[in-house]
T-cell receptor, first 115, second 111 residues
């Protein structure tokens, strides 16, 4: 089944403890992106990648890192999480580098709580 | 930069009634417009999209949307709502590098 898989689905962690949220797609998509969803704010883009080894900042990149060493994986790294990073995170992918022009396939989300 | 406004945070309709969710966008060029639906605990699913051509686009689950350039709007409609349509709906506009989402409209369906 064609899909975007995120892990974990739920995570509670403490301030300052490094964590990684994984994202993998099996559709050979070029474009991948991370969004966070907060009540009343909709989805805001954190980082995106138009191809392997090509990543760029979105609207809210502070406190996050990403890497795209292979096409299928796009992990989101929080080096030192803080409570304001408590949110619902979504990974998305699209077939072409300009993925935002044709639409995304989304993962099921990761609900992160930082205490 | 592109932006999207969904004026209604929450809408309640009775099952079987018609539905219209509003979306206004701001974009300098021809917009690439999308509607997504998010059921509780799920990711976002694409309902429909508009790039060019016929301004009335049909989507999945019986939804349609109409692009009106003069009003900068892309409203989502459904003639008869089902209880399973209760969800959050997001309008989005796509650019070269990213997709901008509205804040969402939560739909409640009354029996």
């Amino acid at each position: 089944e064609a899909q975007v898989t995120q892990n974990p689905r739920y995570l509670i962690t403490v301030t300052g403890k490094k964590l990684t949220v994984t994202c993998s797609q099996n559709m050979n998509h070029e474009y991948m992106s991370w969004y966070r969803q907060d009540p009343g704010l909709g989805l805001r883009q954190i980082y995106y990648s138009m191809n392997v080894e090509v990543t760029d900042k979105g609207d809210v990149p502070e406190g996050y890192k990403v890497s795209r060493k292979e096409k299928r994986n796009f992990p989101l790294i929080l080096e030192s999480p803080s409570p304001n990073q408590t949110s619902l995170y979504f990974c998305a992918s699209s077939p072409i580098p300009q993925g935002a022009l044709i639409g995304y396939t989304f993962g099921s989300g990761t609900r992160l709580t930082v205490v | 930069a592109q932006s999207v406004t969904q004026p209604d945070i929450h809408i309640t309709v009775s099952e079987g009634a018609s539905l219209e969710l509003r979306c206004n966008y701001s974009y300098g060029a021809t917009p690439y417009l999308f509607w997504y639906v998010q059921s509780p605990g799920q990711g976002l699913q694409l309902l429909l999209k508009y790039f060019s051509g016929d301004t009335l686009v049909q989507g999945i689950k019986g939804f349609e949307a109409e692009f009106k350039r003069s009003q900068s709007s892309f409203n989502l409609r459904k003639p008869s709502v089902h209880w399973s349509d209760a969800a959050e709906y997001f309008c989005a506009v796509g650019g070269n590098n990213d997709m901008r989402f509205g804040a969402g409209t939560r739909l409640t369906v009354k029996p």
